[in-house]
């Protein structure tokens, strides 16, 4: 079955540690989105990409960096800049400039110890 | 800035009766509405989407109604059932070029009563 896998579901940070979410979708979908949502809040768009070896920051990119070398695969990396990393973080895909009928991913819930 | 919003956090609903959730929004130049449903600890699921021209549109036990006179959206759900308990949440996407570009507002959590 096609979609879109998050890992790992639950993951604990030490604060200055940097910390890579994995995120592989085999839909063929072009384009890639990383969201962050906290508690009783909506979804903030951190970084997407259309296309191979290019992306764009998002409302929230400070403290975030991401790499798309692979259609398949969209890593976000959580830095020690990020001042308030803990959150749950999904990640969605969709053919390119779809009308909004998004793939997300389980998510990966984030805290900082 | 640009806005989605919704006008009631929670929404208790008895099993059977219709549900009506409703989103508020606030750029005119958006080409699509979403609605996403999300369960606790899961991602969003899409439920249904409505192209900015269009007034009303129809799925599964579900319907989109838009006015943009007024720049509302609301997701009807026929004959709610337990399962339908989630937190829903209204989006609006804006084309430009070759990207779309979701906004999200922050969400109804509709509770299903026995």
């Known amino acids: 079955d096609g979609g879109i896998t998050q890992s790992p579901k639950y993951l604990f940070r030490k604060e200055g540690q940097n910390v890579t979410l994995s995120c592989e979708q085999n839909?063929?979908?072009?384009?890639m989105y990383w969201y962050r949502q906290d508690p009783g809040q909506g979804l903030r768009l951190i970084y997407y990409s259309q296309i191979v070896n290019d992306f764009q920051k998002g409302d929230i990119a400070e403290g975030y960096s991401v790499s798309r070398e692979k259609k398949e695969s969209f890593p976000l990396t959580v830095t020690s800049a990020q001042k308030n990393p803990t959150a749950f973080y999904l990640c969605?895909?969709?053919?390119?400039?779809?009308?909004?009928?998004?793939?997300f991913g389980s998510g990966t819930r984030l805290t900082v110890v | 800035g640009e806005s989605v919003g919704l006008h009631l956090p929670t929404l208790s609903v008895q099993e059977g009766d219709n549900s009506i959730i409703n989103c508020a929004y606030s750029?005119?130049?958006?080409?699509?509405f979403i609605w996403y449903k999300q369960e606790s600890g899961k991602g969003p699921q899409f439920i249904i989407d409505i192209r900015s021209n269009m007034d009303k549109r129809q799925g599964q036990r579900v319907t989109v109604l838009l006015n943009k006179t007024v720049k509302h959206l609301s997701l009807q759900i026929a004959a709610t059932q337990p399962g339908d308990s989630a937190v829903y949440f209204c989006?609006?996407?804006?084309?430009?070029?070759?990207?779309?570009?979701?906004?999200f507002g922050t969400g109804t959590r509709l509770q299903v009563t026995l």
């Open positions: 989006a609006e996407n804006m084309l430009t070029g070759t990207a779309s570009k979701l906004t």
């Open positions: 839909l063929n979908h072009d384009a």
């Open positions: 750029n005119s130049a958006s080409d699509y």
């Open positions: 969605a895909s969709s053919r390119d400039r779809s009308s909004g009928g998004y793939t």
